[in-house]
């Protein structure tokens, strides 16, 4: 088992900044391929940011290439999406999620989801 528990949400202005953090607990964290996505309401839940491993290798969602960076720290057990010049599309529950291989950016293929954290960007 994995328990994952995010934090970072909140309200901020467009064109602002906020950073999530996932810390993870458990397993060998360091052996999971970490990823955020995002959800609102009446959507499928959307892939926004993967990385592998060993941190050598990330993915990201097209609209926020160049926005939001995904990094993760293995001696702390825990993975971060910082988001830069933030948009209203953006507005959305931000889930952390672990998958048992190198990297994954469909939701099928992570095991573990943590609670997931409201981000809001005003206009």
């Known amino acids: 088992q994995v328990q994952l528990v995010e934090s970072g949400g909140g309200l901020v202005q467009a064109g602002g900044s906020l950073r999530l953090s996932c810390a993870a607990s458990g397993r060998t964290f360091s052996n999971y391929g970490m990823g955020w996505f995002r959800q609102t309401p009446g959507k499928q839940r959307e892939f926004v940011a993967a990385?592998?491993?060993?941190?050598?290798?990330?993915e990201y969602l097209d609209p926020v290439k160049g926005r939001f960076t995904i990094s993760r720290d293995r001696a702390k057990n825990t993975v971060y999406l910082q988001m830069n010049s933030l948009k209203p599309e953006d507005t959305a529950v931000y889930y952390c999620a672990a998958a048992g291989q190198l990297i994954a950016t469909m939701a099928r293929n992570y095991d573990y989801w943590g609670q997931g954290t409201q981000v809001t960007v005003s206009s």
């Open positions: 990385i592998s491993w060993n941190g050598g290798r990330t």
